[in-house]
């Protein structure tokens, strides 16, 4: 299907575990987000990609890892996860291009719980 | 820094309505706005991208407008159905045009 996916949906894991949450594009889009959405906090950034290989820091990169090494994948990794980032993902892109000027696209979330 | 601002967080009203939701933002040197809605427990639906030069978009009952020099964008619904209750998030570009900055939303509830 086209568009972009998320998996897992769901996930329930421990503190102190490994997480990877992954994303993947059909459109061939340059730029990739991963955003997490608090009550209280709203969306709020992690992480961005440029292109493949290019990544840099969003509003919230602390104790997490991500990766592009191709354009239609960017998984986000939890190195070792805190009952803190509990909370949902959400992965986005957009063509190529700054965000100024592209419409964003969001895949359907991934729910995850640290115990 | 860029800011969002979306006033009011909730709002009730009943079915054929019109109704509108305001966005506001604090760094007017940004070339597009973009409102999204998000239902319980899914993801966000894009349903609006205004660029600037444009200053009014529609889409079937939807029409966002765009004011750069107030910092002011709203989201007008027409006839509201029950269908429309979700939360409507408006979304702005940052300072550097690399990420989006988004509202806390307007949650509506509209009664049939």
């Known amino acids: 299907d086209a568009g972009i996916t998320q998996s897992p949906r769901y996930k329930i894991t421990e503190t102190g575990r490994q997480v990877t949450l992954m994303c993947h594009q059909t459109w061939s889009h340059s730029y990739m987000f991963w955003y997490r959405q608090d009550l209280g906090h709203g969306l709020r950034l992690i992480y961005y990609s440029a292109a493949a290989d290019i990544t840099d820091k969003g509003e919230v990169p602390d104790g997490y890892v991500v990766s592009r090494s191709k354009t239609e994948n960017f998984p986000l990794t939890l190195e070792s996860a805190t009952r803190s980032q509990t909370s949902v993902y959400f992965c986005a892109s957009s063509e190529v291009g700054r965000v100024s000027y592209n419409e964003q696209f969001f895949g359907p979330g991934t729910r995850l719980t640290v115990l | 820094k860029q800011e969002v601002t979306q006033i009011p967080a909730a709002l009730s009203v009943p079915e054929g309505e019109n109704l509108v939701l305001n966005c506001s933002f604090t760094?007017?040197?940004?070339?597009?706005l973009q409102w999204f809605r998000q239902d319980p427990g899914k993801g966000l639906t894009s349903l609006l991208l205004?660029?600037?030069?444009?200053r009014e978009q529609t889409s079937g009952r939807l029409n966002a407008s765009l004011d750069k020099s107030s910092g002011r964008s709203t989201l007008y619904i027409a006839a509201s159905q029950p269908g429309d209750s979700a939360t409507y998030l408006c979304?702005?570009?940052?300072?550097?045009?690399?990420?989006?900055?988004f509202g806390k939303g307007t949650t509506l509830s509209v009664s049939s």
């Open positions: 205004i660029q600037s030069s444009q």
């Open positions: 760094d007017s040197a940004i070339y597009n």
């Open positions: 979304a702005a570009p940052n300072q550097a045009g690399t990420a989006l900055i």
